[in-house]
């Protein structure tokens, strides 16, 4: 049998995947990394992309899209925390002024038409969503 | 002795309300069982982000992030965890009381406090407290998503690597069992020193793009999933208080029938009496 490597996948509201693999790639941020039994150790940051597990004893190799996260390898355990949120530095900046906003807006007028600000925000997330997969969209094709 | 009728009336409602807790006792219980399992899905990853900083923190002694530095504490940021919605019994009350008198000592102390809310209960109480709110995040759902505490959560950290607060804390119900939750705060930054965990192998890594941008990045999740995991806990917290809660309801509304029960059936044999004896005095006269 060939040699292999433990594999778990694992977000913040759950496990995704875990068990034994002979290969796994992932969307490290420098590059594509392609990871053997007996890789060296590695702490990475993951982009936004697939992350692909090859089982060995099914023909087809399992995929897993992650929005990014870090990778972390040991000799023979390999660790991705994937995100389950499309990241990204602005996008997090946004929710942050989001959060702030819907704070102060409670402070200083309680009785504020509560349904309008809800629907703000969420438009304001939406735009935000809808930017950040623009330019991952943008990033795949260059 | 109120009449029959008004006395059947109040029967009625009564059962009427007893229907609704019944029902909600039972959407409580299944919730809570699906809360729970929730609970124990989250575990993973903070366990294994933990070690990984372990991992780091080994590898790199020299290298102390602003997270990881205790500074004299002037100001605390607060996050509260609190339920959306009530019927669910003292759950939100008594996490307010036991954080109030914490919040007291501060106030001796000298120490100064914002918060950051999550949940409609924790926003009007403080709302009302007049405490300074600086983020808030509310109708979760039954089942809470991380992007929708991202926000919230950054606004406290950027706060604390301004120097603007010197603690962040974090108040929420422990899931025990499903009898009891028990208020718990816990300092959530500067990371406590009891998070490195020792090691049994050791070994450096390599890092890419470098140790510091890694070790950054992977700070602000580790703090962001430990208040997911608060927030999945104290909603499992919710649906169990809401459970007991909405039993001992329906079991207070089953005593009260049960009594007007039987006034009702006094109330309708005195009337039956009193009925007899006029037609027997009235048959007697004539």
Request: glycine letters at 8%; one cysteine or more; charged letters at 25%.
């Amino acid at each position: 049998m060939a040699m292999t490597i433990h594999v778990d996948i694992v977000s913040a509201e759950g496990e995704i995947f875990s068990g034994l693999a002979e290969m796994v790639y992932a969307p490290a941020v420098m590059g594509e990394v392609g990871i053997a039994p007996r890789h060296t150790p590695l702490v990475t940051q993951l982009k936004p992309g697939e992350v692909r597990v090859d089982t060995g004893n099914s023909k087809e190799m399992q995929h897993f899209y992650v929005s990014g996260g870090i990778l972390e390898i040991q000799p023979h355990i390999v660790t991705v925390l994937a995100d389950t949120a499309i990241r990204a530095v602005d996008l997090d900046e946004a929710a942050a002024q989001e959060a702030k906003r819907r704070a102060e807006d409670a402070m200083s007028d309680r009785s504020a038409e509560f349904e309008y600000a809800k629907a703000q925000s969420e438009l304001a997330e939406a735009v935000a969503q809808l930017r950040a997969i623009d330019r991952i969209r943008k990033g795949k094709r260059s | 002795m109120a009449g029959a009728k008004e006395i059947r009336t109040q029967i009625g409602s009564i059962k009427n309300t007893s229907k609704i807790t019944k029902a909600m006792e039972m959407v409580a219980a299944s919730k809570m069982r699906k809360a729970q399992s929730r609970m124990a899905a989250t575990r993973p990853y903070a366990d294994k982000m933990r070690n990984v900083i372990g991992h780091l923190f080994h590898a790199h002694p020299e290298y102390k992030h602003t997270f990881m530095i205790e500074r004299e504490v002037k100001r605390i940021g607060y996050i509260i965890v609190s339920s959306d919605r009530g019927l669910c019994g003292g759950l939100n009350n008594n996490l307010f009381r036991r954080l109030f008198k914490e919040l007291q000592e501060h106030r001796d102390a000298g120490i100064e406090v914002d918060f950051c809310t999550i949940g409609n209960k924790a926003l009007g109480f403080f709302g009302r407290f007049g405490g300074n709110i600086v983020s808030q995040a509310v109708h979760l759902g039954d089942t809470p998503h991380i992007e929708n505490l991202i926000g919230t959560v950054k606004v406290m950290l950027d706060a604390y690597a301004d120097g603007k607060i010197d603690r962040i804390s974090i108040a929420y119900n422990h899931f025990v069992n499903t009898m009891t939750q028990s208020p718990t705060f816990e300092q959530l930054v500067p990371i406590p020193s009891t998070a490195e965990e020792e090691l049994k192998h050791h070994w450096d890594y390599i890092y890419e793009p470098g140790s510091k941008e890694v070790l950054d990045n992977l700070l602000g999740r580790y703090v962001e999933s430990l208040v997911y995991q608060a927030v999945v806990e104290n909603g499992a917290c919710e649906q169990s208080a809401r459970m007991v809660a909405m039993k001992s309801a329906s079991d207070n509304a089953g005593e009260l029938i049960d009594e007007l029960q039987l006034i009702y059936n006094k109330a309708r044999q005195a009337a039956i009496t009193q009925e007899i004896s006029e037609i027997v005095g009235g048959a007697a006269a004539v």
